[in-house]
């Protein structure tokens, strides 16, 4: 079992930044792709950004030159820096992680945390 333990939410005006953490622990033998993405009231979820083991990013093209992600290996977590926020960008974020055991490739989930950008 892998647990993902998400932080960072909250509400924040726009223009104002905010940084989500998220922390994997459980039996994890090999982590691949992390990342996160965020799902708005009626609309579909949407990766926002993620990362790979070797630090190759991804990024939606919405957030781009705004978000950063970023991980740390050792310690199987991974951040979002959010800047520049947005009333577009408010959303219910979750983290992803995927675990690789042998062949076999496993998608997680963290709980979600909510995200208010004002305007």
């Known amino acids: 079992q892998v647990q993902l333990v998400e932080s960072g939410g909250g509400l924040v005006q726009a223009g104002g930044s905010l940084r989500l953490s998220c922390a994997a622990s459980?039996?994890?033998?090999?982590?691949?792709?992390m990342g996160w993405y965020r799902q708005a009231p009626g609309k579909q979820r949407e990766l926002v950004a993620s990362i790979t083991s070797g630090g190759w990013t991804n990024y939606v093209d919405s957030v781009k030159g705004r978000f950063t992600i970023s991980r740390d290996n050792a310690k199987n977590t991974v951040s979002l820096q959010m800047n520049s926020l947005k009333p577009e960008d408010t959303a219910v974020y979750y983290c992803?992680?995927?675990?690789?055991?042998?062949?076999?490739?496993?998608?997680?989930w963290g709980q979600g945390t909510q995200v208010t950008v004002s305007s």
């Open positions: 459980g039996r994890i033998f090999s982590m691949n792709v």
């Open positions: 992803y992680a995927q675990t690789k055991v042998v062949l076999t490739l496993s998608d997680h």
